[in-house]
């Protein structure tokens, strides 16, 4: 059976890329009716890809099918008094409206909260945007890199480097700042859903990426409140005060972590017990960091031959830290995910049945996660503007089709 929390909850999601959406899919996934709003061209996530085989296709993008599955989806042109009407209407029956327009555009064409509001009492809008509703900087446009630079990610992320004033900062990879965005509005969303079943009226939510992602930063937040310096990318000898070093193997790379003296005279055993472990600049932690130069290779020499799997067990197997650094294929062929069946098969038309990321949580009903393919560009005009809306006839749709509204 499919999940159930939010089953009877009627979400509108005119999310644009990955936050909003995001959002709209955690309360898809959690069993409520979410209609996905896009306007004629189609959600800018629809032109990211990746594509099967490469060929970009708008209906097969898969950043757009994953966030988007479970959805029901419809076009409405809202730069058109009919569209923007149509839209007001379909918010009358909804409980959450999730948007991620710059804060200007819904108010310049008459679709601010408290339009919506006066449709509808009970309504939840969230808005997430880069930056938030107000102050300064509320009107400019950012995306990961920018939100990572702007949180502070990149002067401490990805962490250790050799050369701090040569090496440039890096933003979060995959969309992170993004996505943590989408899932503080789906928080930040069932919070105000909460507060309107204990009130019975509905409010304005305002998400900002940049504090999402600025939120995460407690412990460079807190030092420098203590008045520490602010931190920076560290250098590589810093990380190694814990000997965790990360070895190449023959399909990828392999953390370990031999710190304490039992822990490398084990390592050292597991390695055949070579003649250049006998010497004395490897004899105790401290002489082991003062000659890492010359110690990393060797224990890279050693790794280098094997797969990552059989390093990991076997140090693990005598009590050594010790763990893979996945990859997606991985991900995909992980016993652990398999195990808890992370991974949902989905058939979509243009792609064919394909492996999805689940949601990461279960629950004591032991109802679990159902995934319908992601909805194609107006795909559900039909059934969204007749039994699940205004109740607009065949003909009643196919005329608003031929004025360009749908």
């Known amino acids: 059976m499919a999940l159930d929390l939010y089953q009877g909850t009627n979400v509108l999601d005119l999310g644009q890329g990955i936050s909003g959406p995001f959002c709209g899919k955690m309360f898809a996934d959690l069993g409520a009716r979410v209609v996905k709003v896009e306007p004629h061209s189609g959600d800018p996530a629809r032109r990211i890809g990746p594509f099967p085989g490469g060929e970009p296709d708008p209906e097969a993008s898969g950043i757009y099918l994953a966030l988007n ?86 002067r401490e992320h990805p962490g250790p480097v050799d050369e701090p004033a040569n090496q440039p900062p890096l933003q979060l990879a995959a969309h992170q700042g993004e996505f943590l965005a989408g899932l503080a509005a789906a928080s930040a969303s069932a919070l105000a859903l909460n507060r309107r079943r204990l009130h019975g009226k509905g409010c304005h939510v305002d998400v900002s990426g940049m504090e999402a992602l600025a939120l995460l ?113 991985d991900l995909f062929t992980s016993a652990q995910l398999a195990a808890r069946e992370f991974f949902v098969e989905v058939d979509h038309p243009k792609t064919g049945r394909l492996r999805y990321p689940g949601f990461p949580a279960r629950f004591a009903s032991g ?13 559900d005009n039909a059934t969204v503007l007749g039994a699940y809306g205004p109740g607009l006839s065949n003909d009643e749709v196919a005329a608003l089709r031929s004025q360009g509204v749908i």
Not at 218 to 243: C, D, H, I, V
Request: hydrophobic share 40%.
């Open 217 to 329: 930063s407690q412990t460079a937040l807190a030092e420098f409140s203590l008045g520490m310096p602010p931190r920076t990318r560290q250098r590589e000898g810093a990380g190694r005060q814990a000997l965790l070093v990360l070895l190449p193997c023959r399909d990828g790379y392999v953390g370990i972590s031999p710190r304490q003296q039992d822990q490398w005279e084990r390592f050292v055993e597991l390695m055949g017990s070579p003649a250049w472990a006998e010497d004395a600049k490897f004899a105790t932690t401290d002489s082991r960091l003062a000659n890492w130069g010359e110690l990393e290779p060797l224990l890279a020499e050693w790794t280098r031959e094997r797969d990552k799997e059989d390093v990991y067990r076997q140090a693990q197997s005598v009590r050594i830290p010790s763990f893979p650094l996945n990859t997606a294929a």
């Open 69 to 154: 599955a479970n959805k029901l989806g419809v076009t409405l042109d809202l730069e058109s008094a009919t569209g923007r009407e149509l839209l007001l209407e379909l918010a009358q029956g909804a409980d959450l409206l999730i948007e991620s327009f710059p804060p200007s555009y819904l108010p310049g064409i008459g679709l601010d909260f408290p339009a919506f509001q006066a449709r509808n009492p009970r309504l939840v809008m969230t808005s997430v945007t880069p930056l938030g509703q107000t102050g300064a900087w509320s009107g400019f446009q950012a995306n990961n890199l920018l939100l990572s630079d702007l949180s502070g990610h990149s």
């Open 367 to 379: 109802k679990e996660l159902e995934l319908a393919p992601a909805p194609s560009l107006g795909g």
